[in-house]
């Protein structure tokens, strides 16, 4: 590939298979590499701090991978800290939700999730589902013994999540991840969409009255809600996908839909297919290509490796890249209509068997060997 061409490969289903690399994964990876082609990995994926994540690949992958090549889907949130003073951080595991409650290492660094990926991005208060319902847990009524458990496991008192912080309006609701228990954080994402000023446990006098310029609901100023992807289905160690980010948010808009009596929730999202983020993701690969290259060199074309036609190569073809679509994950020719369903923007510009071939496709177009 030559020096104006540069691949964005996708993680789930491109490379890895849950914790699994896929046939060829390792291999492309190090073709590149010693080839001299920049690349990036950018994911709908979060729920980790990038230099945790980046790690983690580097080892599953066996390739070296730096924080400067990788993209996940709530990177972006860094640029909001100036913005929000209190957040609630939505998704992936909690503190007490992974194997470290079971075996005590709540100490280990990582078991914060994402509450301490927000506090590592520089948000100054961080609030999870967990913390509130630390400070009320009838908010939940239904009964979830893991839960219970999670929120009055014997903690060690150096562990920063020892004790929650105290309660404050919330600001913005920023969704990392799909989170493991839908049904309290749910509860507690309408919750502060229904409060005065994001106050949790007060309800808002102008719900369902039409307030000029606000509509009938979040016209209080409640919190502003943030969607890091909206991938409905992901592609992990189960041979079918699994209901992703999107699904969440489906499950939200629904119920608010319903409360509200059809309003829409206004929301922004981020993350494949959006614009700003492949806008994003071109500014990190021509950094790269500057670094290898000098301060002359740009993109001049881009092969989008990817496994979902409604993230990856809707996402792509928006934006002018050389979309990819592979048959390893969220695509398959004898589901859902397979390729007779791939219309539109969701149409690949080729469709291949997997990462290897792909890599080697779009380096030969590149005149690399």
Not at 10 to 23: E, K, M
Not at 107 to 127: D, I, L, M, P, Q
Request: with cysteine; net charge negative.
């Amino acid at each position: 590939m030559c020096a104006n061409s540069e691949l964005e490969c996708s993680i789930d289903g491109v490379l890895l298979r849950g914790r699994t690399p896929l046939p060829g994964a390792t291999r492309s990876l190090r073709k590149l590499q010693d080839n001299h082609v920049p690349f990036i990995l950018l994911t709908n994926g979060g729920g980790k701090h990038e230099s945790e994540r980046t790690e983690e690949l580097s080892q599953l992958l066996d390739v070296p991978i730096t924080e400067d090549m990788f993209i996940q889907s709530h990177t972006p949130f860094k640029g909001l800290v100036g913005r929000y003073s209190s957040v609630l951080a939505v998704g992936g595991e909690e503190v007490g939700e992974g194997e470290g409650w079971k075996n005590d290492k709540i100490g280990k660094s990582g078991e914060g999730g994402v509450r301490e990926v927000a506090e590592r991005y520089g948000f100054k208060s961080v609030h999870t589902p967990h913390t509130l319902l630390h400070h009320h847990p009838e908010i939940w009524p239904f009964g979830c013994p893991q839960l219970h458990h999670n929120l009055h496991h014997p903690s060690s008192p150096g562990h920063p999540h020892h004790h929650p912080p105290p309660l404050s309006p919330i600001d913005a609701i920023l969704v990392f991840n799909d989170p493991r228990h839908w049904g309290p954080t749910l509860h507690v994402i309408i919750d502060l969409l229904l409060s005065t000023r994001g106050e949790l446990g007060t309800y808002s006098n102008t719900n369902g009255i039409d307030v000029p310029g606000k509509g009938k609901y979040q016209n209080n100023n409640q919190p502003d809600v943030w969607w890091s992807n909206n991938d409905l289905w992901w592609q992990g160690e189960y041979h079918l996908p699994r209901l992703g980010q999107g699904g969440f948010r489906a499950a939200v808009e629904g119920v608010w839909s319903k409360i509200t009596d059809g309003e829409e929730l206004r929301a922004t999202t981020i993350g494949k297919p959006f614009r700003e983020t492949y806008a994003y993701a071109e500014s990190v690969l021509n950094n790269l290509l500057k670094k290898d290259m000098g301060e002359q060199a740009n993109v001049k074309r881009v092969y989008m490796v990817g496994d979902n036609p409604r993230s990856d190569i809707m996402g792509a073809n928006g934006y002018g890249w050389y979309s990819l679509l592979l048959e390893t994950g969220v695509f398959n020719r004898d589901r859902e209509g397979g390729e007779a369903a791939l219309k539109g923007d969701m149409m690949p510009r080729q469709i291949l068997k997997d990462v290897e071939e792909a890599v080697d496709f779009g380096m030969s177009k590149g005149g690399a060997s």
